[in-house]
């Protein structure tokens, strides 16, 4: 254990792209920071990793046109970007009927199925469209759809077990959850930050369109690198004490005093810091009610992405298989072959305490049922189960729990006293993306700057 | 800050009637403890209180003659009883209808709606019975009654408003919850170890039948006294870490070397310690998704229980006022009159940031709508916010988010490593009350002392 004691004007807690982005907007401005990150890495859900002997992200990875803040800040640090292969046919694998179709094309349901499909979309978008997204909590009629689970709301709102199916795979591997563990408004608030549900799951013209050259989390990285010595991993915050002077803020690497603390981790997470003097009931009771949602992220590589030359694209919607969620992921320039998937929500929970080695056996199962026999020959699979990860316990986001928003939603960003929240789940566009983190991270840099540099 | 480091067999975390039953069970068969209590006092949600010069409880304070484990002890310390107040006439005010029933008699709704409620709770208890308190996740239907909130489940078994409405006043009065923030398969779990929703309601031959003369906190007060110095308050536990050799547990008071650890929290305030290595996913999971429950305990004392005289028991159940429920609470033998009441549930969360005065005249408000204008003078006031109680922050328990249970529910009890579990959550009988606090130190007591001693 260091024990460093200084003080700087503002602590930030958290090194992933919103507390290095409130960091960074601070000392441009001339305030004085550190960044205390728990984990022996910056980043946080947004990871690196090696497979085949390429660098992979083993969270956050794919970028749409509307994330301006994540696409300035690739331009700016230089880093080049390369669009999602969509090429061939898409499988789409619901109540036992497999369907292929083309991007561009509407999912390969009955006309019936995919019109109730699209009608429960178009429910959810006319709420987000009247959302404040800043305040989800006060649209109209947000207390009943806060009252009732995504999977109540499925199965009052339509008898086609088709189109309840692909909503809940939306919820599984967009949320994260079961659509029995979030509200519909939660669906709603998401829906209206992200520009819609069509949005959150499409590829070209979504939120899947663009990924990065050598992965999403060189731009924290980077950042991180800019900052220097500002940025101290292995540094858990354990408490924060306020007074009317300024904050201290106790770490595993030291003790800190300043004037205001940006806490920029996920709401649960910010949790588990004790706070003096403790958290108004609101704000502790939010920190309750929002678990991270449940994510087991996994990539496979092959000699070559052999089902390209099937005609199919890679990517696979399956409620049929365990990993409900594949996308190609062949780095361009290159022979190997690479395919990410996902065990998503209630698989993520069931398959969290099983074996890596048992995971990979089920995943290339999976594989072979669509690509074919030739998915049997990987040449290697990583896997991360952010379940697992001891900082950040979950992925994508924190997904609060049905009447959790609605009870305690201020919270969520209404600053404590000298303390300020950041992180994606606090963002008012892309929330859940790594675009809402760096926006949120903007954000509380702006409010701290006005209130210390008046 | 004590610097004590010492070793013993069993560090206890949490000095409640769980962690006080452990250890007191644990000396008892010659394993050697230390319990390390956060808060300044033993009890956890059982907590003293004064009004009017009398010893109220400010936490959990009624016994039903089920539960034994209460009763025994109780009976072990001399500590004397006294029953529930039923004379004269109980109010139910529900959808706009306020009308008076004796104690025996049936809830005084229409014929029909009566006959919904009566239905609803058979229903809920038609599945207890099939329950193994134990797994309650494993009975039939447990994953549709956890996809669901209570509130939806209401919605779609009855069209009697009425009906729902008595079924939210519990949701609200004894989970401490939203209807909207629970799943049917929590209130099937809590059922069935509680010997049903109607014991858990009822008053003579229910949940609400006896108090203790000098309250219910004296039987923990009394075994820490007899633990003596084992128990050590101001002791925040921070970190457990395990190896192969036994644990080590650092609190504000000092570092603890032992065989083995018991939390003896609830699970949400367990989530909160730093566990070296740290928990696996299902573990840390299941903390994330089960918040405490939204209560805020009033006392008021009158010159008089001069509501008895006007023919009223005292016991209110009202959706029309904010304050949900009132009992008498008026000490044998003594002149003073006295009610207990709640802002339960929602109306725990709306007005948890509001100041005691706001609540105390809110409170005030609604006794003088059911028992007239003498409510109006006070001679005190007494209230316990446990939201914002700092190392509780809520009670009575922590209520499982819908699809928690069926998710990580195994996680509640299954020891990790050389950690055990206890707590009014974790029993076998009597889940959510004392008596199931002192089940679970016995079980976890029994559990270890079988490891230590083969």
Chains 1, 2 share one sequence.
């Not at 700016?76 to 179709?101: C, N, S, W």
């Not at 858990?236 to 003790?255: E, K, L």
């Not at 958290?279 to 590589?301: E, F």
Request: hydrophobic share 40%.
């Amino acid at each position: 254990m260091n024990n460093q004691s200084s003080h700087v004007d503002v602590v930030v807690v958290g090194a992933g792209y919103a507390g290095l982005t409130a960091a960074r907007d601070l000392k441009k401005a001339g305030v004085s920071v550190v960044v205390l990150e728990a984990d022996d890495r910056v980043g946080g859900r947004s990871m690196p990793g090696s497979i085949a002997g390429y660098v992979v992200d083993l969270g956050g990875q794919w970028v749409g046109s509307n994330q301006t803040h994540l696409l300035n800040l690739a331009k700016e640090f230089g880093v080049k970007m390369y669009p999602q292969y969509v090429g061939g046919e898409h499988i789409l694998d619901v109540t036992g009927r497999e369907a292929r179709y083309k991007e561009g094309e509407d999912l390969p349901l009955e006309p019936a199925d995919l019109a109730e499909f699209n009608r429960l979309v178009g429910e959810i978008e006319a709420v987000a469209g009247k959302v404040d997204v800043a305040a989800p909590w006060t649209v109209e009629g947000a207390d009943g759809f806060d009252a009732q689970t995504f999977e109540n709301w499925l199965q009052n709102s339509t008898t086609s077990e088709p189109a309840r199916a692909v909503h809940r795979l939306i919820a599984q591997t967009i949320f994260c959850s079961q659509p029995g563990q979030l509200s519909p408004l939660t669906a709603i608030f998401y829906a209206a930050a992200d520009e819609g549900i069509e949005h959150m799951i499409g590829t070209v013209g979504g939120a899947q369109e663009t990924l990065f050259v050598g992965g999403a989390w060189q731009m924290a990285s980077k950042m991180a690198e800019e900052l220097g010595d500002a940025v101290i991993v292995n540094a858990p915050v354990r408490s924060i004490a306020q007074t009317d002077g300024g904050v201290t803020v106790t770490s595993d690497a030291g003790v800190w005093t300043a004037a205001l603390a940006v806490v920029a981790t996920a709401p649960p997470m910010a949790g588990r810091i004790s706070y003096t003097p403790p958290m108004p009931p609101r704000r502790d009771a939010l920190t309750q009610r929002m678990p991270m949602g449940s994510i087991i992220k996994l990539h496979v590589a092959y000699q070559t992405p052999f089902w390209r030359d099937k005609g199919l694209s890679g990517a696979i919607l399956s409620d049929r298989t365990v990993t409900g969620m594949w996308m190609d992921h062949t780095i361009p320039g290159v022979e190997t072959g690479g395919m990410v998937g996902f065990f998503a929500g209630g698989h993520a929970q069931a398959w969290a305490e099983r074996s890596p080695e048992e995971r990979r056996a089920r995943a290339i199962e999976d594989l072979v049922t669509y690509l074919g026999p030739e998915a049997n020959n990987p040449i290697e699979y990583v896997e991360q189960s952010w379940l697992a990860a001891p900082w950040q316990r979950g992925a994508y986001m924190a997904i609060p729990s049905p009447g959790a928003l609605t009870a305690f939603g201020p919270a969520l960003r209404e600053p404590v006293g000298r303390i300020h929240w950041a992180g994606t789940e606090t963002a008012d566009v892309n929330v859940g993306y790594i675009d809402g983190a760096i926006q949120s991270g903007e954000r509380v840099a702006g409010e701290i700057v006005k209130q210390l540099k008046p």
